[in-house]
């Protein structure tokens, strides 16, 4: 029963943050002298992307083999701090909810301690052509149910 | 007194949407055939720089004549159907709430009557060298409660 | 005989330029205070597409009817002044080359008189599906015939 | 001696390639389904950056404590082939000239033995607040001198 499932899942993916650590470069910046806006949901999607990869898939693949595409359809963000060019930043990555053609992930972007800045981001899956939307893959399922641990 | 002048001015730019057409060029578009998400913001920001210029300010010139900023402090954004490349999209600027420090906008993406993407737009005014949070300009107050005919 | 028809076309394109304004965002800059150097290119590509649009074609239509697209192959840029937030700038398009499957464009980035960065581009036709070469459109050599007024 | 010291140095420096390791994500990516070619600059100063800082020098300390930025002044790329979402590129940096305020690099962009794209940049060193040309840090020409090995 998929429902239960999702849930189950989400308790225990969410036990076990991910974390992608980004660089950021000029073309992050703005003339403000910060991170400009809209380049969060760029690092937030590259760790988005990271931890589908660690837990055993690429996107170039899911579109090629399944012809399965996902797309964003919601996002929350509070920009918090500012960040600047040459920081280190943590992007982790919680997934709270996975529903039957979808997920909701919460992410944070951290300096050291310091949040810059927090997301919470729905993403739903698509077939490639049409953009209609489609199951998660059973695999993808099937892999959220096993322990996760990751080494990155 | 500021809070009603706030919400004064609120009402009646609510009245009055401010529209801005922005094109779709391959920089905007992904490998899915369609505008990445967070190039959206680009064009909300856009939207509401020209809105900006329309009630008589300009953000460099804010910056070095009043030592202020604009930043970002929460955005919600909901991606309701794919643009791509080519398209033409009109963005839509409402200010729904004005406070002392800071504005916040609702605004649309429209491809004719197709509702694109909706969010709504947190906007702080800082000094330009802290960040540090600061009263919007004491003009921009001013310009906001004049009735304003946009012709663009 | 293409070569020839290739030679007349290009002297009489580069006859009557044509130039697109761009206006200088907050995404465009870096901490530096300036255009950042990679958002030239997307300056340039964007005449390039309205300069297209303006002889009679839309990218995604070729993409969609021809099954062509145009890439990049050679981009030589000199940055000789630097933009700032709010600069308005004029993109100039020449044409100076057609061959059977490329062309050449050398375009400049101009602030008033003063010229920012000037570019020599060369874009080449390929296969939609494959990314291999392809000859240009008949129709786009056809257009590149008659003699163009450009009222933008 | 400047002038012989920058072609020891530049001689030694290109004996020792530096590279550095990029992914592909969906904000690299076109309509087309491959990396747009405004990315590849991105990726290019990506690796000049960590080279910058694989011999010593943060351009964020850079600029605070000596007043320096790096701005580019030309740029020549070729795109070879095309690079697609989650591919791994090794861009490879080399300065092949070392002059008194500016220096020249040779770069590629490679897939494992394919090279997808290789540029050549001039880059200059400017004061940060007027952007006039400044001499390179002393400090820069000296790391340079000694021999690197590269860790990354």
Redesign the interface.
Known sequence: MQPNLATNVAIRVHDKPFSWTV?V???D??????V????Y??FF??AR?EWLRAVGF????I?DELGL?F?????????RL?A???DVIDIDVRVVRVGSASMVFEQAARRGPAVLATARVRVGCVE?NT?VPAPLPLQLHAALEKPTEFHV
Chains 1, 2, 3, 4 share one sequence.
Do not use: M
């Open positions: 660089r470069y000029y073309e910046t703005d003339t403000c002298g910060i400009y806006y809209a380049n949901l760029k999607e590259r992307t690429e996107q170039q693949k579109a595409r797309v964003i359809s919601r996002v929350e963000c509070d920009f500012p600047k060019l040459d490639s953009l």
